[in-house]
């Protein structure tokens, strides 16, 4: 294998972000601990099998063995089995994404609805303070009119006297 192969199989991987190649991400996947070692396959220096296996793989789509996806595989009907002994297959998977893309957008939707509850619930609390306020008022006015007709009566008793 060139050099070039190699560096072909890392860009078709997807090892290259903004026309760089992620070092670290590719020493992640292939479980490289010195750059040295990647630095020596990419001046040209034959990689190792399995590391030449694993991008082939991750290129052609294969579910990885290691880390989040260690213990699942895809059985040759197709369907996905988890590491628990679950199956799954295509349709079900879609028809998860779709929940999920639905249940996010409910979500929101709970946000936004609890948002306007609360709202209301001040405009409840201002409301029954503004009927408060409103019999403090008829209260006061009615005092007041008391006073003045009190005043009006008391006038009438001194012209009277």
């Known amino acids: 294998m060139t050099k070039q192969d190699f560096k072909a199989l890392l860009w078709r991987a997807g090892f290259h972000r903004t026309g760089k190649l992620d070092r670290k991400a590719a020493m992640v996947f292939l479980h490289i601990k010195s750059e040295r070692t990647?630095?020596?396959?990419?001046?040209?220096?034959?990689?190792?099998?399995?590391?030449?296996?694993?991008?082939?793989?991750?290129?052609?789509?294969?579910?990885?063995?290691?880390g989040a996806w260690n213990g699942f595989s895809i059985c040759r009907n197709g369907k996905l089995w988890t590491p628990r002994g679950h199956s799954y297959d295509a349709s079900y998977i879609n028809k998860l994404d779709f929940i999920v893309r639905a249940s996010r957008i409910y979500e929101s939707q709970v946000v936004n609805l609890k948002a306007e509850i609360a709202a209301l619930e001040k405009l409840v609390d201002t409301r029954e303070r503004l009927k408060e306020m409103g019999h403090e008022l008829v209260e006061m006015s009615d005092k007041l009119r008391l006073e003045a007709m009190i005043r009006v009566f008391k006038d009438i008793e001194r012209e009277r006297a």
């Open 38 to 66: 990647l630095e020596r396959w990419l001046a040209g220096a034959e990689p190792c099998p399995r590391a030449v296996a694993m991008l082939e793989q991750r290129i052609a789509g294969y579910i990885p063995q290691s």
